[in-house]
């Protein structure tokens, strides 16, 4: 059984309480169709599970197969450093069909980064919280994008909201 | 990674490699000896263009680098022949050789003990070869399933231990 490692910690970008009984980690690209069209559906799936789960979003970046997916994650990254990754995270899953420099640009304008932040991230300020990411994922078993961990292990089933919310539940209610 | 039930003749750790020499483009081939003094991945996959073989392709294309600190030396091998893999691997911009194992269909598959004789392919399966020619690991993934590369990390880190050998930063 694949097993994420390193464990979720405090440079994890996280939505939901710390002590929730079931995280949830997702390694995504946000270039890729399949994270895109997984983002309406764990979006309707934290709902569902309100305060008792914790969701977590890490990089994987396919960058020779996404030419935008690096920058994308330089400018999501920026966006962490003044508290905005969330904002970022959703434009960038909501405009997947624009995700050239200009169009990053004008989402850091919507979101209050300014020029010389998002500037920093394009230049690599960010790369190693991004690779370490990224290897992380591969030790962790990651075979493509989205992968998701519901409490650490890796999820293989389907990826609709009843299954994903029917896991969760079950994963919750076991005891830790 | 999960159990799986190898099928029964899969060449496994200790064993001495097979010698091999394939297509590695229309007017190129390579051999399993041009490659001797440092870790081979061989990576046998059922076909180009199935989706399931393609993400896994991607993954290993994306973490090149990743091998190459271990140097390693990655290359993938399926029964296509050479023109659909140098069509496979500039539509996907692999860098990393596609041997074509089409003539005899599947003879090195056979001595690895991974062709699936009623398919007319390989299994889905991961030798990691040490640099003097040995089976360090071996893995048959379900062929419906990416691997990953944890398996194949794992082992290079293991290879590497035994050798003392140092892996770049």
């Known amino acids: ?176 | 990674m999960p159990e799986t039930s190898a099928p029964a003749g899969v060449l496994a750790p200790g064993q001495p490699a097979p010698a091999f020499t394939l297509p590695a483009t229309p007017d190129q081939s390579l051999s399993l000896a041009d490659l001797k003094g440092r870790p081979v991945i061989l990576a046998f996959y059922p076909a180009d263009w199935s989706p399931v073989c393609g993400d896994q392709m991607a993954l290993y294309n994306e973490i090149l680098p990743e091998f190459h600190r271990y140097g390693a030396q990655l290359v993938g091998i399926s029964t296509d022949g050479v023109w659909c893999h140098a069509a496979f691997a500039a539509e996907r911009k692999l860098h990393f050789p596609l041997l074509a194992d089409f003539e005899p269909k599947g003879g090195v598959a056979r001595r690895y003990g991974v062709y699936r004789e009623h398919d007319g392919t390989s299994e889905r399966a991961l030798f990691v070869i040490d640099g003097a020619g040995a089976i360090h690991w071996s893995y048959v993934s379900p062929l419906g399933l990416n691997p990953g590369a944890d398996g194949i990390l794992d082992a290079l880190d293991t290879l590497a231990a035994k050798n003392g050998a140092g892996v770049a930063p």
């Open chain 1, 1 to 176: 059984m694949s097993r994420l490692t390193p464990p979720v910690g405090p440079d994890d970008h996280a939505q939901g309480p710390a002590d929730a009984p079931v995280t949830l980690v997702e390694y995504g690209d946000y270039e890729c169709p399949y994270c895109g069209e997984a983002y309406p559906v764990l979006k309707a799936v934290q709902q569902a599970m309100g305060d008792q789960l914790r969701f977590v979003f890490r990089n994987f970046p396919l960058t020779q197969q996404h030419p935008h997916a690096g920058r994308a994650a330089e400018f999501a990254e920026a966006a962490a450093s003044i508290g905005r990754f969330w904002e970022a995270h959703d434009l960038l899953y909501e405009h997947q069909d624009a995700l050239d420099d200009a169009s990053l640009v004008a989402y850091a304008q919507l979101i209050g980064l300014d020029h010389a932040h998002l500037r920093a991230g394009f230049e690599g300020r960010y790369d190693e919280k991004i690779r370490h990411d990224f290897s992380g994922g591969l030790r962790s078993g990651v075979n493509g994008t989205p992968t998701l961990f519901v409490n650490g292990l890796r999820y293989d089933g389907p990826r609709d909201v009843e299954s994903l919310v029917e896991t969760l539940r079950a994963a919750a209610a076991e005891p830790a």
